[in-house]
């Protein structure tokens, strides 16, 4: 039996809920594909271990986000990618595209699932598979990739150590109330990974180049972009894509909405302009959208 909205989010936020996220997984395999993909990806993957992840961008050339991604070495040879599926084909597209001369194949494959366990006490629950550990807003986030074959036995094994099965509905309406991004909601290729706050957790500017390299630095060197994500509160109900107006003047656009019956009140991700101050009351339509802290 499915726990009621309220129930899930009580687990959540106060023990551990579990579920399998939407992901798509690309094998990149051979002797070249770690050197392939540290030359096409904005983060650092040298020294990367056996089981050890890191997020990364793969960029178009004027550094607008293609793909948010995250690499993990499964063995020498072998690296997982995990993205957002509607991603997936484009991203298969795209890396073969630039793999010119490297020995390396690039496919898409079933044969690994997420599990992902949520909440205060998810840090004590052993899951087996790759640990990645990670968060959603404030909250402890465990990850494990494990083989799809055994994936029945990982959740049922979760749930005996007390994790409350969810939906990814439920782990949505938190994503958008803590503020947090997602490809394909907030984070497409209108933007550059500083305007959706994403620099810090996948862009190294210590490494050689990386695709798109050049307008991520010019940015990086100014000191901020524009615009970045800001969380808002809404007093009624908006689409996606809905313009921000303060004073008349286009500030952002609205990118994510969540409300009931998962949250008592509406909240949103939107795209704005940094000049406007927390607390700002915002035309969003027909609503009002209150920048938060």
């Given at each position: 039996?499915?726990?009621?909205?309220?129930?899930?989010?009580?687990?959540?936020?106060?023990?551990?809920?579990?579920?399998?996220?939407?992901?798509?997984?690309?094998?990149?395999?051979?002797?070249?594909?770690?050197?392939?993909?540290?030359?096409?990806?904005?983060?650092?993957?040298?020294?990367?271990?056996?089981?050890?992840?890191?997020?990364?961008?793969?960029?178009?050339?004027?550094?607008?986000?293609?793909?948010?991604?995250?690499?993990?070495?499964?063995?020498?040879?072998?690296?997982?990618?995990?993205v957002?599926?509607?991603?997936?084909?484009?991203?298969?597209?795209?890396?073969?595209?630039?793999?010119?001369?490297?020995?390396?194949?690039?496919?898409?494959?079933?044969?690994?699932?997420?599990?992902?366990?949520?909440?205060?006490?998810?840090?004590?629950?052993?899951l087996?598979?790759?640990?990645?550990?990670?968060?959603?807003?404030?909250?402890?986030?465990?990850?494990?990739?494990?083989?799809?074959?055994?994936?029945?036995?990982?959740?049922?094994?979760?749930?005996?150590?007390?994790?409350?099965?969810?939906t990814?509905?439920?782990?949505?309406?938190?994503?958008?109330?803590?503020?947090?991004?997602?490809?394909?909601?907030?984070?497409?290729?209108?933007?550059?990974?500083?305007?959706?706050?994403?620099?810090?957790?996948t862009?190294?500017?210590?490494?050689?180049?990386?695709?798109?390299?050049?307008?991520?630095?010019?940015?990086?060197?100014?000191?901020?972009?524009?615009?970045?994500?800001?969380?808002?509160?809404?007093d009624?109900?908006?689409?996606?894509?809905?313009?921000?107006?303060?004073?008349?003047?286009d500030?952002?656009?609205?990118?994510?909405?969540?409300?009931?019956?998962?949250?008592?009140?509406?909240?949103?991700?939107?795209?704005?302009?940094?000049?406007?101050?927390?607390?700002?009351?915002?035309?969003?339509?027909?609503?009002?959208?209150?920048?938060?802290?």
């Amino acid at each position: 039996m499915t726990a009621t909205a309220a129930q899930q989010l009580a687990a959540l936020r106060s023990a551990a809920g579990v579920l399998t996220p939407p992901r798509a997984f690309i094998a990149v395999e051979g002797p070249d594909a770690e050197s392939f993909l540290q030359n096409l990806l904005t983060q650092d993957l040298a020294g990367l271990a056996d089981g050890e992840s890191r997020r990364a961008l793969l960029l178009t050339p004027k550094a607008r986000v293609l793909a948010d991604l995250r690499v993990t070495r499964l063995a020498a040879e072998r690296v997982l990618l995990d993205v957002e599926p509607a991603v997936a084909n484009e991203l298969v597209r795209q890396l073969t595209r630039y793999r010119l001369g490297a020995k390396a194949t690039i496919e898409r494959t079933d044969a690994w699932t997420l599990v992902s366990v949520i909440g205060p006490t998810a840090p004590a629950i052993a899951l087996p598979g790759t640990r990645i550990e990670t968060t959603l807003g404030a909250l402890p986030r465990i990850d494990a990739l494990v083989p799809t074959a055994e994936l029945t036995d990982v959740l049922a094994a979760a749930v005996a150590a007390d994790a409350v099965p969810v939906t990814d509905a439920a782990v949505e309406a938190l994503r958008v109330e803590s503020g947090e991004v997602r490809l394909g909601h907030d984070v497409d290729e209108r933007w550059m990974p500083a305007e959706v706050g994403l620099v810090e957790a996948t862009v190294s500017f210590e490494k050689g180049c990386f695709l798109g390299q050049e307008p991520v630095t010019r940015l990086h060197r100014r000191g901020h972009a524009n615009r970045g994500p800001r969380r808002l509160a809404l007093d009624a109900d908006v689409a996606p894509g809905t313009p921000l107006m303060l004073d008349g003047k286009d500030v952002g656009v609205i990118t994510s909405v969540a409300g009931a019956p998962w949250l008592d009140t509406l909240h949103a991700i939107g795209i704005v302009r940094v000049e406007v101050p927390a607390g700002a009351e915002l035309v969003a339509g027909t609503a009002r959208a209150t920048t938060l802290a």
